[in-house]
């Protein structure tokens, strides 16, 4: 079966501070492709940043970046000096090689940023 | 400029009436897709297609049919809604080749069926 699990539902972080959103998934495929989407107030859905299973070198772009283990089946989002706008709802997911057209998403994690 | 564009943002329709969504891309990609939001379940497919005048069974196609008369427009119809249609519905689209797959979406449509 091919699932994606976010097991955190709301985090909470003081501005400033670094946070990790984390995310397992499953797939029996050798190659993937892996995604984290933000989900805005007003229900807007962006994409972040993505992670090819065959690159071993985590990707980065802006303040977001992710901790890809692969053995553990593991990619995790990592927000740095987080702002208030950066509250919103983070999903994971994953697009397996076998087919192209799927991608499953985790339920989200609600992220609040305080003051 | 919203290369994604849904209609109506908003519905309220009746049990057992008909309901069609329209989605609308300009990025010039092959593939659409449809999704619903519920509280607690994510994003859930439905349907989706990657060329004009045909479409695939998502995840939970039950109760929905989607038309794809061409690469620009992607419609979800509720043929006969049901209270249990109430969600938030998203149109996405992506280029879909090995490379470039990342989803864009469109702003959604919030349905509520009574």
């Known amino acids: 079966a091919q699932k994606v699990t976010q097991t955190q539902t709301s985090i909470s972080v003081v501005e400033k501070t670094t946070v990790t959103m984390d995310c397992v998934y499953e797939t029996r495929d050798s190659s993937y492709f892996l995604f984290w989407y933000k989900q805005t107030a007003s229900g807007e859905i962006v994409f972040l940043i993505r992670?090819?299973?065959?690159?071993?070198e985590n990707a980065t772009v802006g303040h977001y970046s992710l901790n890809f283990q692969k053995p553990k089946s593991s990619i995790g989002l990592i927000i740095t000096a987080t702002q208030i706008e950066d509250s919103a709802v983070y999903f994971c997911?994953?697009?397996?090689?076998?087919?192209?057209?799927?991608?499953?998403f985790g339920k989200g994690t609600h992220l609040h940023v305080l003051p | 400029e919203a290369a994604v564009t849904q209609s109506p943002r908003s519905k309220v329709a009746v049990t057992g009436g008909k309901v069609t969504l329209s989605c609308h891309q300009t990025n010039n990609h092959d593939y659409m897709y449809w999704y619903r939001q519920d509280t607690g379940h994510g994003l859930r497919l439905i349907h989706y297609?990657?060329?004009?005048?045909?479409?695939e069974k998502g995840d939970i196609p039950d109760g929905y049919k989607a038309s794809r008369p061409s690469q620009e427009n992607f419609s979800l119809i509720l043929e006969l809604a049901s209270l249990s249609q109430t969600a938030v519905y998203f149109c996405?689209?992506?280029?879909?080749?090995?490379?470039?797959?990342?989803?864009?979406f469109g702003a959604g449509t919030r349905l509520s069926v009574l």
């Open positions: 997911a994953m697009r397996p090689d076998t087919n192209a057209y799927k991608v499953i």
């Open positions: 297609s990657y060329v004009a005048d045909s479409t």
């Open positions: 992670q090819d299973s065959y690159k071993k």
């Open positions: 996405a689209s992506s280029p879909g080749t090995f490379s470039q797959n990342t989803l864009y």
